[in-house]
């Protein structure tokens, strides 16, 4: 069985190589646009400065024949398999990334924390639901 999954958007970033890129947003990350296709105009238009949200992003650079990763590629760490680890390589190597809205530019939403390089397609955003919600 297969499963189409169709980009919304793009990531912009000064970030171009993911050997050099931060493990996790909150490591170092440059600020970074989401870039959406002007189809998901109506799907963007409630973000605002300050919402936290989850962005899905297809890791397209990503060895998906990895199994077995040595976690933030640290040999002293004990080989362990990629669904206990954040790694980016895996068989379906779909990023998830916690990033705050700083800005939204029509269809450009400028994000901090996001570690993904850039030209990394987006798949899908989430809000970030707290106790309340």
Known sequence: MTYEIHPIGVVES???DPASAP???VEGSPE???VFDPAMADGIRD??????VFVLTWLH????SVLAVHPRDD?????????????SDRPNPVGLHRVRVLAVDKLRVRVADLEAVDG???VDV???LDATR
Do not use: H, M, Y
């Not at 040999?75 to 790694?87: A, E, I, K, M, Y």
């Open 14 to 16: 000064p970030l171009t």
């Open 23 to 25: 493990k996790q947003g």
């Open 32 to 34: 970074a646009w989401l």
């Open 47 to 52: 973000l605002t400065p300050g919402d936290e």
């Open 61 to 64: 650079l990503a060895d998906r």
């Open 75 to 87: 040999l002293r760490n004990p080989l362990t398999g990629v669904f206990s680890t954040r790694s």
């Open 120 to 122: 990394t397609p987006i």
């Open 126 to 128: 989430k809000p970030v």
